[in-house]
């Protein structure tokens, strides 16, 4: 079975431009998490949706946003980049069902690079 | 506050040698269990997890770890690496009520010694 892919693996942008950042979970899988990760930060939680609604939210600012699709397909959008939005951008799939949190399914990340 | 500490930034151990990874966590449920492992420019991959039962789980490419109930502690080990294991390891932890949100730590960066 096909794992997580993400899109684009490579992305480069400037200061106060937008970008928006694709992913397909695994076949079935309900629940999409977007992380950010930096050296030195580890792992970001960004946030989570499940069954196209935003279940969970971590700290980051306003210009980081989300959405998922009803074929479970994902994006997160952020808009007027800065310098420190510089990082590797993973997306995780799972079951997302009730009793707790299941295995973490993780892509390849997107390297996104602000100028 | 639910945490997950991975005390080691760095370790550096010789090829062929045992190793052990730490993880401790804070978390007033019942935990979840999970280590995870990065290499360089790739996404994370499970080496392992921990629902319940046996303390002790057997993971992917010879790592194992341990349940240690009363230490909060959830040690990755192996008996011998090799020079292919030299990545990031991340360990993260999650429960019944965290609102299927994993919380993870820092990482531990392994380098090998030829």
């Known amino acids: 079975k096909a794992g997580v892919t993400q899109t684009p693996r490579y992305l480069i942008k400037t200061r106060g431009q937008q970008v928006t950042l694709s992913c397909s979970p695994i076949s079935g899988h309900r629940s999409v998490s977007w992380y950010q990760q930096t050296p030195g930060q580890g792992l970001q939680f960004l946030f989570e949706?499940?069954?196209?609604?935003?279940?969970n939210k971590g700290n980051f600012p306003g210009r980081f946003s989300g959405r998922q699709f009803s074929n479970s397909r994902s994006e997160m959008n952020v808009s007027t980049l800065e310098l420190g939005d510089s990082a590797l951008y993973l997306c995780?799939?799972?079951?997302?069902?009730?009793?707790?949190?299941?295995?973490?399914?993780f892509g390849p990340g997107t390297r996104l690079t602000v100028l | 506050a639910q945490s997950v500490t991975q005390p080691d930034i760095h370790i550096t151990v010789s090829e062929g040698a045992s190793l052990e990874l730490r993880c401790n966590y804070s978390?007033?449920?019942?935990?979840?269990l999970f280590w995870y492992v990065q290499s360089p420019g790739q996404g994370l991959q499970l080496l392992l997890k921990?629902?319940?039962?046996d303390t002790l789980v057997q993971g992917i490419k010879g790592f194992e770890a341990e349940f240690k109930r009363s230490q909060s502690s959830f040690n990755l080990r192996k008996p011998s690496v090799h020079w292919s294991d030299a990545a990031e390891y991340f360990c993260a932890v999650g429960a019944l009520d965290s609102n299927y949100q994993l919380i993870w730590g820092a990482g531990t960066k392994l380098i090998i010694k030829p």
């Open positions: 921990y629902f319940s039962g």
């Open positions: 978390y007033g449920a019942t935990p979840y």
């Open positions: 949706y499940f069954s196209e609604t935003q279940r």
């Open positions: 995780a799939s799972s079951w997302g069902l009730a009793g707790g949190p299941g295995e973490q399914f």
